[in-house]
C-alpha cells in the first residue's frame, strides 16, 4: 500500500480562501478557522478490515498489514512520540506540559490505523465539562473551582489495538458443597451444647466453555497507561462510531505514536482472556467453593485492528500543585486527580468516631 506522506495527513487548503482547514468536532466537518467555509469529509466504514494474527507465535514479525510513514516528534523532556505538522515553529508535550522547538522529523514505518473516532467534544465542551467535574466532590476544597486554573488542554488521538479471538476451554475441578452437622462441644460455663459445625462435600466435575471475544481495546500509549486508573475510567469508548481512518480527520489536533507494539499488546490481550476463561470456568464449576481447578484454553481465529480514539489530556493548578485529568473525546467522561479538604476529612473522621461511640453508648443501656 502507498505509504501517505506529511503533507498528506496535514494539508487541505479551503476551497474559498486557501487557508488550513481543521476538523471540528462540533460540526463534525472541515471548517476554516479564516473565512468560516465547512466541507464535508463523507465518513466511511468500508475498510475496518481485521488483520489475521497468531498468538501462538513467540517472536511476532511485523504482520502484513498496511503500513504508512509519518513525521514523529519525540520529546525532549518525557521521551512522549506524536505525530507533528513540520512547519509548527514550537510545539508543547501533551504529556509533560513542556515547550520544545520542532526538530527535523524523523520518519518512521508504522502500522496505519484501520480506523478513527473522531473527537465529538470541542476544546470548550471539555473545559465546561472540567469546570463541573472540578467542583463536583464534597471532599474538594471548596475554592477549588474557583481556584484552579487550567494549565493545559490538549485534544489527542491516542493509539489503541484491538483484539478478536475465539476461546475453546476445557476445564476439571472439584466444587465443594456446604452441609451441617450437630456436633457436642462445652461452652465457656461448661456446660455441653449442641452446634452447627460446617462440613464440606467435594464432587468431581469437568466440562468446556467457549466465547468470541471482540474488539478487546488495549491503550498502545506507555505514557499514559502509568495513570492506568485514570485511563480506564476515561476510555469507555462506543467502538461502533469508528469510521475509516481518514488524514484529515487528524487536521488541528495531535495524534500519538504508538509506544506499545502490536506483540506486547497481543501478550497483554492473551492473558486478560485466559483470565475471562478462568472465571467462567469457575462459574461453570460452581458449589459454595472449589478447588484444583484446572482449564485449559486454545484461541483460534486471531486478529488485530490498529485505531485512533480521542481523549482531552489536561492539567491544572491549585495552590501552586499540578493536578492531571483526562476527559473522553467521544463521551465527555472525566477521570483525574482533584485535592481534598483537610478539615472536611477531619470532619467526616470525627463524624465516624460520634457515631461509633454513639452505638457503643446504647449498647451498654
Known sequence: ?????????????????????????EKQKLACDHCGNTEDIGFTRNKLQENPLDFKVENRQLPNAPTEEKRIFACQNCGAKTTVNYDVPTLTCAFCGSK?????????????????????????QALQRFKTWVGDSWLAPSD????????????????????????????????????????????ANGRTVTQQQQRVRW?????????FYDDMLEMASRKLTQQENHVQEASRYDLKEIVDYDPRILLG???????????????????????REQSACASQL???????????TELSNQTFKHILLP????SYVYNGKLYRFLVNGQTGQIAGERPKSAWKIALLVLAFILLVLFFMYLGKK
Open 144 to 187: 477549588l473551582k474557583a481556584g484552579a486554573a487550567l494549565d493545559n488542554l490538549h485534544g489527542m488521538y491516542i493509539p489503541f489495538w484491538t483484539f478478536d479471538a475465539q476461546a475453546h476451554s476445557s476445564w476439571e475441578g472439584d466444587a465443594g458443597f456446604y452441609y451441617y452437622v450437630p456436633v457436642q462441644v462445652r461452652d
Open 311 to 314: 481523549l482531552w489530556i489536561c
Open 253 to 275: 489536533w495531535e495524534a500519538e505514536v504508538y509506544s506499545i507494539d502490536l506483540n506486547e499488546s497481543a501478550r497483554k490481550a492473551e492473558e486478560q482472556i485466559q483470565e
Open 203 to 211: 464432587e468431581y466435575r469437568n466440562g468446556r466453555h467457549q466465547a
Open 100 to 124: 520544545n522547538v520542532n526538530p527535523e522529523a524523523q520518519k518512521t514505518r508504522l502500522i496505519e490505523p484501520a480506523g478513527v473516532l473522531p473527537f465529538r467534544l470541542s476544546k470548550e
Open 286 to 296: 460452581g458449589g459454595d467453593t472449589q478447588r484444583n481447578l484446572r482449564v485449559q
Open 1 to 25: 500500500m502507498q505509504s501517505l506522506e506529511l503533507a498528506d495527513l496535514f494539508r487541505a487548503p479551503c476551497k474559498t480562501c486557501g487557508a488550513q482547514l481543521k476538523f471540528s468536532a
